[in-house]
């Protein structure tokens, strides 16, 4: 018995190593990948109408690192849920296992379709939104590389994080972690602190916050609705 702690926590720590571990080879590859990407960026429409300027020797450094690390996350975690599920999998039942399973593919893909639904709907608005502030006093836009995509990335890297929410909420349901009833009753904590998210990746201005603020609370009672299906089905 004194020896099961112990072989938990090695598993734990073996499965941590094969997650960071996929992270860096993820992230070499990205830096491979964030060229093809990076020229994808420029010909979209929102970005042709400025001229980016590099401020500091490593700026474009620090925007291939930038590029490779979203890449790496993409790629990353659906194996870090895999590895999840292989830790928690000995404590589920044959069916369990096989219907969690089915979920992991899925969160490479709901990741990507938040930063896709980030970067052409929510970006180009708050983006333009900011610079007609600069327009009306006729001031002259000059941009860093860096700060584009720092900017950039502040506000759809979190979006297509969370945009995995009903995903995980679901995969936790049908492993006991999480009821419908606990979402509910912790609703008011979840929207302060979506709040706060909002207010930390969008400017200072009430029209970007609600414009970020309202598909994070969406997706939350999104959440709610389809644990509640997984947590009825599973009790039938």
């Not at 020896?3 to 720590?13: G, T």
């Not at 190593?17 to 960026?41: D, H, K, N, R, T």
């Not at 925007?63 to 589920?92: E, N």
């Not at 979006?159 to 679901?170: A, D, Q, R, S, T």
């Amino acid at each position: 018995m004194s020896d099961q702690p112990i072989h938990h926590v090695n598993e734990l720590r073996k499965r941590l190593i094969w997650i960071l571990l996929v992270f860096v080879i993820s992230l070499l590859s990205g830096f491979l990948m964030a060229e093809p990407a990076l020229q994808q960026i420029k010909a979209a429409p929102i970005s042709q109408r400025i001229d980016w300027n590099v401020f500091a020797i490593g700026d474009a450094f620090h925007v291939y690192l930038k590029i490779s690390f979203v890449i790496a996350l993409a790629i990353t975690t659906p194996f870090a849920m895999y590895q999840v599920w292989k830790f928690v999998s000995p404590g589920l039942s044959r069916m369990e296992q096989r219907v969690t399973l089915i979920y992991i593919p899925f969160v490479f893909f709901l990741f990507i379709a938040g930063i896709l639904f980030s970067y052409f709907l929510i970006f180009p608005v708050v983006f333009q939104f900011m610079i007609s502030f600069s327009e009306r006093i006729g001031a002259s836009e000059v941009y860093g590389i860096n700060q584009y995509f720092s900017f950039m990335f502040r506000l759809i890297l979190p979006i297509g994080v969370v945009f995995e929410l009903p995903l995980i909420i679901m995969f936790s349901t049908h492993l006991g972690l999480i009821t419908p009833s606990k979402l509910k009753t912790s609703r008011k904590y979840a929207y302060i602190f979506l709040l706060i998210l909002a207010a930390m990746i969008t400017p200072p201005d009430i029209v970007s916050h609600v414009l970020v603020t309202t598909p994070l609370i969406l997706l939350y009672e999104v959440s709610i609705v389809c644990s509640n299906i997984v947590f009825v089905k599973k009790r039938g």
